[in-house]
């Protein structure tokens, strides 16, 4: 059976992890700031901060943006719940911004009139405190659009870039915070590296990187000045917020910065992959992905859409016929905003008819690097047969 992602781990990150499993600490040791040095300086950002996942490390950053009851945070609906539901842990209000048609990214354009009209209503409009760009795929959002209304509407951008890590954009790397205040990465096994489970937020505001790993330890701090008087002593510490303990391990990051080594590799192998599926999928009813000006996708996943005046059979049905070919599909994702969770805080289908159509027409194919050239044509040649 082929599934949609799958990790690549070698004997040398095994090599790594062996070699902390053996050292001194196993958490809180000297791994996990050689791992945030090593990807701060690979995507070009000042500070980076690792913890247990990207849904933690969207937490901490909502909590470091200062997002909390009464506020607003709005992102895409097209994306893992996690975008939303960092939101909601800090007691806001989550609301949607459609998608582009081309790029299934979050709509500047849509996300420009929602300011507008948020601004226009007044103080009941309810402006975001908080925007989550989604690079899904590992495409990046239109972010000098994103940035140019955040300068004008005064959010904080934390991009969600869980996709992305390695992605290319207007010369520089997602993740450098060039146009956002935050990045978060996931290093879940699907993902284009892997520390298990594992994510990391970067940015290049000290003041948020200070918060940050406040968040990330229980809100205590050792250092001085962050208290609240003189230490009482070396044994002294201060717990000056409410944090949690959202640490990475030294194993984990270990992991990481092994797998980093190959990170360039990749994306190169993803690349190469999606170039073979857009050759080889050109003559079947659906639309392979559309990259924008600028954009370096590190393809995460692989998407198409159905061109349903073509096709008349059931996705349930395609999805079935696959995997009786031993292919597992998969849909990324079911629109947030239709989830019970959200609905049941008022959200409505139609409030995102671009998504509410994507959802109808777009599926995943397999994608990870170990796929083999032979696995792929399988993959394609079952489709047409499927698709016939
Ligand atoms: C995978 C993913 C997350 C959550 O990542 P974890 O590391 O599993 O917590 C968040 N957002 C998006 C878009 C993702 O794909």
């Not at 948020?208 to 000045?225: A, F, M, N, V, W």
């Not at 192998?269 to 050109?282: F, G, S, T």
Request: charged share 20%; net charge negative.
């Amino acid at each position: 059976m082929i599934f949609y992602g799958k990790q690549d781990v070698n004997d040398a990150d095994i090599a790594a992890v062996e070699a902390v499993l053996r050292s001194d600490f196993l958490t809180q040791g000297p791994a996990i700031e050689r791992f945030e040095r090593r990807v701060a300086a690979y995507c070009g950002a000042k500070y980076a901060v690792a913890v247990t996942n990207a849904t933690s490390a969207l937490h901490i950053a909502c909590r470091a943006a200062g997002l909390a009851e009464g506020d607003m945070l709005w992102t895409s609906p097209i994306t893992f719940t996690a975008s939303a539901n960092c939101g909601r842990y800090c007691g806001a209000d989550v609301d949607f911004v459609d998608i582009d048609d081309a790029t299934y990214n979050m709509d500047a354009d849509v996300l420009e009139q929602k300011l507008a009209a948020a601004r226009a209503a007044g103080r009941s409009g309810r402006l975001p405190k908080v925007v989550v760009p989604v690079h899904l795929a590992g495409q990046s959002c239109d972010m000098v659009r994103i940035h140019a209304l955040a300068e004008e509407y005064g959010f904080t951008v934390l991009e969600d870039a869980s996709h992305a890590t390695g992605a290319d954009y207007l010369g520089g790397k997602v993740g450098s915070c060039a146009y956002s205040d935050m990045a978060v990465f996931s290093f879940h096994p699907v993902k284009i590296i892997t520390t298990g489970e594992g994510g990391m937020v970067l940015t290049n505001r000290a003041d948020l990187y200070e918060k940050l790993k406040l968040y990330r330890s229980h809100g205590i701090t050792r250092d001085p000045q962050l208290m609240t008087h003189a230490s009482d002593g070396p044994w002294y510490y201060q717990q000056v917020d409410l944090g949690y303990n959202y640490r990475m391990t030294d194993i984990q990051a270990a992991l990481g910065y092994s797998q980093m080594d190959r990170l360039d590799q990749f994306v190169a192998r993803r690349r190469h992959l999606v170039a073979r599926y857009n050759e080889l999928l050109r003559d079947l009813p659906l639309r392979t992905p559309h990259v924008m000006d600028g954009a370096g996708p590190s393809w995460h996943i692989y998407i198409v859409r159905l061109d349903l005046t073509k096709v008349k059979k059931p996705k349930t049905q395609i999805f079935a016929e696959m995997r009786a070919r031993g292919i597992t599909l998969n849909l990324h994702y079911i629109p947030v905003h239709t989830q019970p969770y959200y609905e049941a805080l008022g959200h409505r289908p139609e409030e995102c008819p671009v998504a509410m159509q994507y959802y109808k027409e777009a599926f995943t194919l397999p994608l990870y690097t170990l796929l083999t050239e032979e696995q792929q044509d399988g993959i394609v040649a079952a489709l047409k047969e499927v698709l016939a």
